[in-house]
């Protein structure tokens, strides 16, 4: 599968404790326009999404600027997320999560 086609990531703590998925800047176009409505597919069951954003300060008060994110439920720190566009519809993406083997389980 070509790079392109599917936006995977690592859930850090922050998007642990935030309950979402940070999308990176340079893969926004992935995703329908900021702020638009889509389905996400997650365990078979079908839920409104829309890129999200808040505004940050991890590069400084004097560079203040925005990150995005989806919402996705029940990730866990060092899970992977990876969402895929449905190839029947445009509005329509798959998202899987593939847990961390964790040794103290
Ligand atoms: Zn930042």
New binding site residues.
């Given amino acids: 599968m070509r790079p392109k086609d599917v936006y995977s990531k690592k859930i850090t703590s922050e998007e642990e404790q935030g309950g979402y998925v940070i999308v990176l800047k340079d893969r926004l176009s992935f995703f329908p326009a900021f702020g638009r409505r889509f389905q996400i597919v997650q365990n078979g069951r079908s839920r409104r999404a829309m890129v999200e954003s808040y505004p ?4 400084g008060p004097e560079l203040p ?3 995005f994110f989806v919402r996705v439920k029940a990730v866990k720190s060092g899970d992977r997320v990876s969402i895929r566009k449905d190839s029947k519809s445009g509005a329509r993406y798959l998202l899987q999560v593939q847990n961390h083997p964790r040794r103290n389980v």
């Fill in positions: 940050c300060s991890c590069r600027h925005s990150h």
